[in-house]
T-cell receptor
Framework: DAMVIQNPRYQVTQFGKPVTLSCSQT?????MYWYQQKSSQAPKLLFH???????NEADTPDNFQSRRPNTSFCFLDIRSPGLGDAAMYLC????????????FGPGTRLTVL | GENVEQHPSTLSVQEGDSAVIKCTYS??????FPWYKQELGKRPQLIID?????GEKKDQRIAVTLNKTAKHFSLHITETQPEDSAVYFC?????????FGTGTRLKVLA
């Protein structure tokens, strides 16, 4: 009964080689988020979608892009991964109203060689 | 910008003792305050949350208190057990936007 699914769970890429991470949800939530988390630091919000409305955090590098083709799926594209992009990438969803819990996926651990 | 300060960054307690983690938020419009527990290599999981119209909430060994005037909220864990060892994050939310605290690594010593 997985609610937020991320694929792959582990991704190894080479420096500069584009990579796409996938997230899907069975909760029919309006909002989907992408976070980057390094070494037990706080999750850092990269983007979020409210339905199809895309919201980019001011400090998210241009190297990161996102797509949400439908309610269930959201993708994170890293166009030219650098060593500093190695991290856990967490997808989360929420219904989109006040007082609502965020549901996190299991994360994708990205390694950049 | 808006931020959430969390203290302490690390906390070690003896098994059976209590642990308290404190957060302060800056956005006075925040109205929802969740606490997440994250074990090594796993996703953050909600352990308790509180709405802005409530001052205190308790769930077995875990409680959260909120002081809206001071913009403080705290997590209290009583009778700590080794399985409580993890990183804990507070967050402050307005609408569907969440700002996380910097995290507290809790170690419960057997």
């Amino acid at each position: 009964d997985a609610m937020v699914i991320q694929n792959p769970r582990y991704q190894v890429t080479q420096f500069g080689k584009p990579v796409t991470l996938s997230c899907s949800q069975t909760l029919n939530h309006n909002v989907m988020y992408w976070y980057q988390q390094k070494s037990s630091q706080a999750p850092k919000l990269l983007f979020h979608y409210y339905d199809k409305d895309f919201n980019n955090e001011a400090d998210t590098p241009d190297n990161f892009q996102s797509r949400r083709p439908n309610t269930s799926f959201c993708f994170l594209d890293i166009r030219s991964p650098g060593l500093g992009d190695a991290a856990m990438y967490l997808c989360a969803t929420s219904p989109g109203s006040s007082y609502n819990e965020q549901f996190f996926g299991p994360g994708t651990r990205l390694t950049v060689l | 910008g808006e931020n959430v300060e969390q203290h302490p960054s690390t906390l070690s307690v003896q098994e059976g003792d209590s642990a308290v983690i404190k957060c302060t938020y800056s956005d006075s419009a925040s109205n929802y305050f969740p606490w997440y527990k994250q074990e090594l290599g796993k996703r953050p999981q909600l352990i308790i949350d509180i709405r802005s119209n409530v001052g205190e909430k308790k769930d077995q060994r875990i409680a959260v208190t909120l002081n809206k005037t001071a913009k403080h909220f705290s997590l209290h864990i009583t009778e700590t057990q080794p399985e409580d060892s993890a990183v804990y994050f507070c967050a402050a939310s307005r609408a569907y936007k969440y700002i996380f605290g910097t995290g507290t690594r809790l170690k419960v010593l057997a």
